[in-house]
Nanobody, 124 residues
Framework: QVQLVESGGGLVQAGGSLRLSCAAS????????MGWFRQAPGKEREFVAA???????GYADSVKGRFTISRDNAKNTVYLQMNSLKPEDTAVYYC??????????????????WGQGTQVTVSS
């Protein structure tokens, strides 16, 4: 069982930056594939970025070159550095964890655990 707690959301102007953090409980964090998803009002949850348990990252086309996912296994934490933010990045951002060491996972149904989400609002 893994519990995930996101932090770092907030209000930022377009062009600004935020860094989201996701702290995970448990001693086997290094074996989990991790991901970030987001959901805007009235829209479905969508993939943002993923990082595999051993190496490798993946990004949605809409954030490629602007967002960076990373992890610190010593701190049981995954990060999402978001630069050059746009109003269309406004959403609730969710952290997710997947067991069984599959690799980069691009769809929500491939993840086993979810955080409660953190709001990111980008003003124009």
């Amino acid at each position: 069982q893994v519990q995930l707690v996101e932090s770092g959301g907030g209000l930022v102007q377009a062009g600004g930056s935020l860094r989201l953090s996701c702290a995970a409980s448990g001693r086997t964090f290094s074996g989990y594939d991790m991901g970030w998803f987001r959901q805007a009002p009235g829209k479905e949850r969508e993939f943002v970025a993923a990082i595999a348990w051993i190496s490798g990252t993946g990004y949605a086309d809409s954030v490629k070159g602007r967002f960076t996912i990373s992890r610190d296994n010593a701190k049981n934490t995954v990060y999402l550095q978001m630069n050059s933010l746009k109003p269309e990045d406004t959403a609730v951002y969710y952290c997710a964890a997947g067991s069984k060491r599959i690799g980069i996972r691009l769809t929500s149904d491939r993840y086993d655990y979810w955080g409660q989400g953190t709001q990111v609002t980008v003003s124009s």
